[in-house]
């Protein structure tokens, strides 16, 4: 005789029927399409702020008005024609995104003091004026 366990012997009471194995599986689908709907849904969401975030939406409480059911998803996971979906809203609902600045971001250009022009840069009248201005002034 071997050292090895005996298994233990499996009755019909121990098996799951047919039924149950169906019923389990239906279950177990079920729950996965659930699943996947909201894998999707906070794809969709994501996708959708970031987009509203680019497009200079001032507050995301305004991706409620979008009809989620007609956003779909493409084969990378992006959602198809969320810019378009984003120019429409801001067309539709412009108080929901900030007013273009006609500011620039570009900085202040550094301060130069204005240099007098040289007299070997000055034209002969343009001399003869600068110098009795000169004269004037002592």
């Known amino acids: 005789m071997s050292d090895e366990p005996m298994p233990p ?12 194995l169906r019923a389990e599986t239906k279950a177990l689908s079920d729950q996965l399409r659930e699943v996947t709907a909201s894998a999707r849904a906070r794809i969709i969401r994501a996708e959708l702020k970031a987009e509203a975030v680019k497009a ?15 956003v779909k998803l493409n084969d990378q996971d992006g959602v198809e024609g969320a810019g378009a979906l984003m120019t429409k809203l801001k067309r539709d609902k412009p108080w929901l995104f ?39 002034r002592r």
Do not use: H, N
Not at 9 to 18: F, L, R
């Open 56 to 70: 200079g939406m001032i507050d995301l409480d305004g991706l409620k008005l979008i009809d989620f059911d007609a």
């Open 98 to 136: 900030a007013a273009r600045s006609s500011s620039s971001r570009a900085g202040v250009p550094e301060a130069e003091p204005p240099r007098p022009k040289r007299a070997t840069d000055m034209t002969a009248d343009e001399y003869r004026a600068a110098r009795a201005e000169m004269l004037r």
């Open 9 to 20: 012997e499996v009755t019909d009471a121990d098996e799951p029927s047919v039924e149950q």
